[in-house]
């Protein structure tokens, strides 16, 4: 070759990394999902610096099998599919096997896991993506993973980090999305050793919506639900006598996955058109269960959006179901039968 070089793995894993971390909040996102998929009941999360110098998430599920502990820092290895097939039926939240790589190799990890059916625990130490240490390690039960120094080895992209402060916001949106659609696992989060967040995990949405937010959102949440040729529509709305001046109070979950959608956004405002004032935008939890054969998750990088096969059909399930349950809390004032 002229010109050409062929990049090597480091400079490759470098490059795949920036689509999947972005910044320390991503790095939380894709390790939380670990915890979920690994089927944890407790997600303990400790935060410095807003996750730039360290994040530590520890959770009480599966583990790793020693044999594969440091495979999992390779690109596209996954327990968690095998087949073309299984593609189209995704049901745990990670499936292309890239994050740990990609976090891996812009960091410096430890990881400590000991498998469920194993006597002993395990730990390796892998910077920049380079295996620097695998030793027996005793470990009562699950996985921690610590993440050190993001970025160091790319300044370029150290540089595009906001403040501390600004980073940890991001990490805490991150933790409270998903609590609010996991509540049957308890999350635990520390920043700067000051406790930040506790859900109990006794199962209920509302508990941790009230975790998260408090007891005043609590006391005015108004359920919906509608179920319709297989397309599970539910979740609560906040009376729009407390309502947000931006559309950031709209909390989308399809298939128990945070998404962004400009479909279910424009769904919620038209439902709420005339029960809000112009300009306000209410506060919503919307859940979506929908066959996984019916939905794209493989779109974007982060998994953030989707594609639903019909869309139009899940649009009016969805402004059936909270139009319904804003009539009948006579949010919306019912036409006079009489006249
Ligand atoms: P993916 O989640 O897409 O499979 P990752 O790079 O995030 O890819 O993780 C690679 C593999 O490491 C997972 O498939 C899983 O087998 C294992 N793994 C990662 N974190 C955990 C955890 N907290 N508990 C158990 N296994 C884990
Ligand atoms: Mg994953």
């Known amino acids: 070759m002229k010109e050409l070089n062929r990049l090597s793995e480091e400079i490759t894993h470098i490059l795949a990394a920036g689509e999947v971390v972005e910044r320390p909040a991503s790095c939380v996102k894709e390790v939380i999902e670990n915890s979920i998929d690994a089927g944890a009941t407790l997600i303990d999360i400790r935060l410095e610096k807003g996750g730039i110098k360290k994040i530590e998430v520890y959770d009480n599920g599966k583990g790793i099998h020693p044999e594969d502990i440091e495979y999992v820092f390779e690109r596209h290895t996954t327990s968690k599919i095998k087949s073309v097939d299984d593609i189209f039926k995704i049901k745990t939240m990670g499936f292309r096997g890239e994050a740990l790589c990609a976090i891996s190799s812009v960091s410096k990890v430890i990881l400590i896991s000991r498998h469920y059916q194993q006597e002993q625990g395990c730990k390796v130490e892998v910077e920049g993506g380079k295996l620097t240490s695998k030793t027996v390690y005793p470990f009562e039960k699950g996985t921690k993973i610590i993440i050190e120094d993001l970025f160091f080895n790319t300044p370029a992209r150290l540089k595009f980090l906001k403040s501390p402060s600004t980073e940890q916001k991001y ?25 930040q967040l506790f859900t109990p995990g006794d199962g209920k949405v ?18 919906f639900y509608l179920e319709e040729q297989g397309l599970k529509v539910w979740g609560y709305f906040v009376n729009p006598v407390l309502s947000k001046s931006t559309r950031s109070g709209y909390y989308f979950y399809v298939n128990r996955r945070f998404i962004r959608s400009k479909l279910l956004s424009s769904c919620i405002d038209e439902a709420f058109k ?8 209410p506060i919503v939890f919307l859940f979506v269960e929908i066959d996984p054969v019916d939905v794209d998750v493989n779109v974007h990088p982060a998994k953030l959006e989707i594609k639903f096969k019909d869309e139009r059909f899940v649009y009016n399930t969805v402004y059936k179901a909270v139009l319904k349950a804003l009539q009948s809390e006579k949010i919306i004032p019912k036409p006079d039968l009489d006249s």
Do not use: H
Not at 206 to 223: Q, R, W, Y
């Open 274 to 281: 005339n029960s809000i004032l112009t300009g306000r935008f």
């Open 206 to 223: 509302e508990s941790a919506i009230a975790s998260v937010f408090g007891s005043e959102i609590l006391k005015n949440l108004i359920d």
């Open 171 to 195: 990490c805490t949106e991150v933790v409270e999305k998903i609590a609010i659609c996991y509540p049957e696992i308890s999350f635990r989060m520390q920043v700067d050793s000051k406790r």
